[in-house]
Every structure is written in structure tokens, then in C-alpha cells.
């Protein structure tokens, strides 16, 4: 059975069933280690990715329900060259210990600045707050957002 998904800018024909979940499509055929598979449940936020622009858990959608759609994971944001602000910004501010919910937090801010350029502390806690961190760099995380938030101002250029 063929499965087509429009990932980073690309389409891509692939031998995996439809109601296979969408993140084991794009980590196990795709190679795109970005999303992280945390809970499994769409509890933890690990496995973001943007589906037409908007943050979804990719552990919980089957991929054949997003073959229309845009897909972007981490990988499509930026390069280690040329990184995305708001990956610019989560390095910047050092808001990682282990890592492991980078993805979430980074894929999350992104489509939080897309809807909402200038979000208050209570606005980021919000957003963020079904994306769990365990190691506690929450405080880290918060500059990082407001620093993402300024690196994508468009008053600044
Ligand atoms: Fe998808 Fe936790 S792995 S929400």
C-alpha cells in the first residue's frame, strides 16, 4: 500500500499503512529524528510537529489523515547553518538540560509566534503547557520564547 506525505517541501511515496501513527511514519521511514516519541498517548508534547502550520502530536495521527496536508518537523524549520530564530533562540538562552522535549517546546513556539507575535509569560505558559519538561528549565524555556519573540519581530529589520 502507498502512502503519500508532503514533508519539509517534499513529497514522498511510502510503503506504510495509513492508520500507521504519524510519527512512526517520519522516524522510522523518513529518518527524521526530530519528533521525539515521549508518552505515546498525546500527553507529553515530544512528538510535535506543524501540520499546515499548526502544532500537532504526530504519536496520535494517523499518517494517512495528514497525506493532503503540509507536514514541517524540526528538521524542516532549519540547519545547524542556518537555524530557524526560534531554534536560535532555545540556543541562545541554553533552555535544554537532556533535550528530549526540545522539539515540542521549539515546534510549539513557533506556531505560538505565528498566531500570536508578542504572547505575555502568561500567554508562553499557556501555550506550553501541555509540553512537559522534566528536568525544570521552564524559567530557561520562558526567556528563550521572549527571545524567539524579538529575533522574529519584523519591526527589528
Ligand atoms: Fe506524542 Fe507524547 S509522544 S504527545
Known amino acids: 500500500m502507498t502512502l ?15 492508520d500507521a501513527p504519524l510519527l512512526q511514519v517520519l522516524r522510522n521511514d523518513l529518518g527524521l529524528n526530530g519528533p521525539k516519541y515521549g508518552c505515546g498517548l498525546g500527553e507529553c508534547g515530544a512528538c ?3 501540520v499546515d502550520g499548526v502544532a500537532a502530536r504526530s ?4 499518517a494517512g489523515g495528514v497525506a493532503q496536508r503540509e507536514i514541517t518537523t524540526l ?12 531554534q536560535q533562540a532555545f ?19 513557533v506556531a ?9 509569560d502568561e500567554q508562553v505558559r499557556a501555550a506550553l503547557s501541555h509540553n512537559l519538561c522534566r528536568c525544570g ?11 524567539a519573540a524579538e529575533l ?3 519591526s527589528r529589520s
Do not use: F, K, S, W
Not at 540556543?91 to 537532556?98: G, K, M, R, S, V
Not at 505560538?112 to 505575555?120: A, E, K, V
Not at 528549565?137 to 527571545?147: G, K, R, S
Open 75 to 86: 528538521e524542516g524549520l532549519g540547519t545547524r547553518e542556518h537555524p530557524h530564530p526560534v
Open 4 to 18: 503519500t506525505l508532503h514533508v519539509n517541501g517534499r513529497t514522498h511515496a511510502l510503503a506504510a499503512p495509513p
Open 137 to 147: 528549565t521552564h524559567l530557561e524555556i520562558l526567556q528563550a520564547v521572549h527571545h
Open 112 to 120: 505560538l509566534l505565528r498566531r500570536m507575535p508578542r504572547p505575555t
Open 152 to 154: 522574529t519581530d519584523p
Open 59 to 62: 504519536c496520535v495521527i494517523p
Open 91 to 109: 540556543i541562545d538562552a541554553q533552555a535544554a538540560q537532556c533535550g528530549y522535549c526540545l522539539n515540542g517546546m521549539v515546534v510549539a513556539t
Open 48 to 50: 510535535l510537529v506543524l
